[in-house]
């Protein structure tokens, strides 16, 4: 950048917040006094996040109690009687005893801790599975992807999976299945514990592979699924029962030979959280 003049601004840095020193029905103590000396201890210890409270009430002896407080959390309180003779060094023992706990619990002294994450938030997680089939027998997997919102205990969202199974036998030759789904999903957590409850529909493609007259065909499909693991930090780990009340079946062309489209899976399962 060119310029005829150019004037460079200083931003001074903005300073440190003040700690808080209220000082209440101050008679035997002498305000401007206490709010110095605490002051200067709290700055000694770096500690500006912490708010102090000196509230006397007048008699004889006069009764004081200090308390010091951060984001509305006591950590220190103490109460004092002074007398006459006792007003002229009454700063400088709370003063003292603010520095003795700051000295025994420093941590005090550090920023107040931030707040807590929020309860909901989007999570995108990758799935898969190994299941055995029945009626016919058979394995088929799946892979997949889940996104849901909500709090860590119970969360909906939205699944996605591509699931294909290994040829089985069919007459002469064998017939596969790949299946389409899109689904709802309702997640639950208590502690290490996970569970998911989802209800899929799509399309199953059937295709016949090494028969005389190979030919594939589309079917509408749904099922429901439940899910129940363990988490094992890097991801959770279980058992999935999937299953449908649809009744289909993969028939030849001739109609001589055909097999059930199982309707119950069983198996292995893993969720992959990707935050």
Request: charged share 20%.
């Amino acid at each position: 950048m060119l310029c005829g003049a150019c004037a460079t601004t200083h931003v001074e840095p903005a300073p440190a917040p003040r700690p808080a020193v209220r000082i209440t029905g101050a008679s035997c103590l002498r305000g401007d006094e206490v709010d110095a000396r605490i002051t200067q201890v709290l700055a000694q210890h770096h500690a500006s996040g912490l708010s102090c409270s000196v509230v006397e009430t007048p008699g004889d002896p006069a009764a004081v109690t200090l308390q010091v407080t951060r984001g509305g959390e006591v950590g220190l309180e103490r109460s004092y009687t002074f007398g006459p003779t006792d007003c002229a060094s009454a700063p400088q023992l709370l003063a003292l005893s603010v520095d003795r706990w700051l000295t025994s619990f420093p941590e005090w002294a550090e920023p107040a801790p931030l707040p807590p994450a929020p309860t909901r938030w989007n999570e995108f997680v990758v799935t898969s599975a190994i299941s055995s089939m029945w009626l016919p027998a058979g394995v088929d997997g799946y892979a997949g992807a889940l996104l849901d919102r909500g709090p860590r205990a119970d969360r909906f969202g939205g699944t996605l999976l591509v699931r294909a199974s290994i040829p089985q036998a069919f007459g002469s030759g064998r017939f596969q299945q790949t299946a389409f789904l899109a689904g709802a999903s309702w997640r639950h957590r208590a502690g290490k514990w996970a569970t998911r409850v989802e209800l899929r529909g799509g399309a199953l493609l059937v295709s016949g592979i090494g028969l005389a007259d190979n030919d594939s065909d589309w079917l509408p499909w749904w099922e429901a699924a439940v899910f129940g693991g363990r988490d094992l930090s890097f991801m959770v780990l279980g058992i999935e029962v999937a299953g449908t009340a649809m009744r289909a079946r993969a028939v030849t062309r001739d109609g001589l030979v055909s097999e059930e489209i199982p309707l119950l899976r069983i198996g292995l399962a893993g969720m992959f959280q990707i935050r």
